[in-house]
Nanobody, 115 residues
Framework: QVQLLESGGGLVQAGGFLRLSCAAS????????ANWYRQAPGKQRELVAA???????NYAESVKGRFTISRDNAKNTVYLQMNSLTPEDTAVYYC?????????WGQGTQVTVSS
């Protein structure tokens, strides 16, 4: 059974930072694409950052230069370092792993940025 356990969300002031973690079990993590999505109230879920098994990364334009996705395959964990946060970054953040036809989601962690 695949499980994704997210942590690190919370309340932070604008300009602050947070680091999200997503620990996976039950999946060949090192061969998976790891993604972070977010969903703000009243908005569609959007892809924030992706990291492929080979190490390449993609970012949404809105977070480039501020967010960094990384992974530790030995710990089956993917991270999202979020710097220079703004109120527009307020959302529920979801970890997502893709491996072939398998698609798994975490439960989400709330990030709230106050102005």
């Amino acid at each position: 059974q695949v499980q994704l356990l997210e942590s690190g969300g919370g309340l932070v002031q604008a300009g602050g930072f947070l680091r999200l973690s997503c620990a996976a079990s039950g999946i060949m993590f090192s061969f998976s694409t790891a993604n972070w999505y977010r969903q703000a109230p009243g908005k569609q879920r959007e892809l924030v950052a992706a990291m492929f098994s080979g190490g390449s990364r993609n970012y949404a334009e809105s977070v480039k230069g501020r967010f960094t996705i990384s992974r530790d395959n030995a710990k089956n964990t993917v991270y999202l370092q979020m710097n220079s946060l703004t109120p527009e970054d307020t959302a529920v953040y979801y970890c997502n792993l893709l491996k072939g036809s398998q698609n798994y989601w975490g439960q989400g962690t709330q990030v709230t940025v106050s102005s």
